[in-house]
């Protein structure tokens, strides 16, 4: 099994160049609550460099364990001590609202496997940055294009009150054409959901939405499963991903949740990165790490085309997007984040293994609803 060198507090892989002509820094969450997240966004990332077999380019990875002021603490050596020209892998929009901003100002390109706030796609958008991921609202407006098929027409929705919380309850109520009975926004990192339960069981929903990305997920679908509340649950990938189904087991099985990538999808560049990362690893990739390996790909494709010292000729080879993505199909749209097609999946076991099939299309080549409000030509 693959791992990456530990170093005191932080994590640093160097390419065998002495002197990178391009240098990444990575800040990214690598323990504490959501690690695995920052763990597969990372190990997807590397493996597509190395697999690049290019010599030139410097990753120094770097742990924000959550936290946002250490997020910052960590941007402001990357770029004033590092002096890196490109920067990646924040998982969570609280972190990227407190980096991205000044990162891209002060003229470094930032990169997003994941975090992918309404703030940084409308107006706050910026010619230096670029979400390889989604906008937050995505998977979400295809939970609630879903729902319509699947002729819900009253539903429950929570998530947890931060950027993408807050984004997620946005985008589902935007495209869900029925009632909602119950909203609520729930304590981040929060573990125990009987209060909320009890909100679900009172009402007169007819199905469950909600957005709860990693530890927390798990603990409310265990919950659930063990309430006896028989309401169908919808949600988006981040609650269902390969590495939370594991420890959710049964009380997962059956549920629909939507997703831009899936490890069934059959294109050339999907299947060899789902064999290689298990070969390298000895796990089944998740979401997180087909974003990080995206994300790396993109930027090698631009790096073949343009120096980074470049910085007009640069940006435009990464806004062309020439890259084979384990998506298949992959462009950006005019606020540099993706139109692609966001499918439904259902959890279901292979073997031993608790993981998802893909169902069909929930919406094809959506764009974000955000971009009218970007001024990027």
Partial sequence: MKTWLLASAAIALHASAAFADLKVGMITTLSGGGASLGLDVRDGFMLAIEQSGRDDIEVVIEDDQRKPDVA?????????????????????????????????HQDVIYLSPNAG????????????????????????????????????????????????????????????????????????????????IAQIRASDADSVFFFLPGGMGISFLKQYADSGLDLP?????????????????????????????????????????????????????????SQGFDT?????????????????????????AEFDSTRGKFAFGSNNHPVQTIYAREVVKEGDVFTNKTLGVALENHADFYAADCPLP
Wanted: charge should be negative; hydrophobic fraction near 45%; charged fraction near 15%.
């Fill in 72 to 104: 910052v603490q960590l941007s402001d050596k990357m770029i004033q001590s590092e002096r890196v020209d490109v920067m990646t892998g924040i998982i969570w929009s609280n972190l990227a609202m407190a980096v991205v901003p000044a990162a891209v």
């Fill in 117 to 196: 706030p309404s703030a940084l796609a409308g107006k706050g958008c910026h010619a230096n940055y670029f979400n390889i991921a989604w906008q937050n609202d995505n998977l979400h407006e295809g939970a609630g294009a879903y729902a319509n098929t699947a002729g819900y027409g009253n539903s429950f929705v929570l998530s947890p009150n931060y950027p993408a919380g807050k984004d997620a309850i946005t985008g589902y109520k935007r495209y869900f054409e029925g009632d909602v009975s119950g909203e609520i926004y729930t304590k981040l990192g929060q573990t125990d959901y009987a209060a909320e």
């Fill in 233 to 289: 649950v919808i949600g988006p990938a981040f609650s269902f991903d390969q590495g939370i189904l594991q420890a959710v087991g049964d009380a997962a099985l059956g549920v629909v949740n939507t997703s831009q990538w899936n490890k069934d999808l059959g294109n050339p560049t999907n299947v060899a990165f789902v064999e290689s990362f298990q070969e390298a690893f000895g796990r089944l990739p998740s979401l997180y790490a």
């Fill in 296 to 320: 790396a790909n993109l930027l090698i494709s631009a790096l073949e085309k343009a120096p980074v010292s470049d910085a007009d000729a640069f940006r435009a080879a990464l806004k062309a």
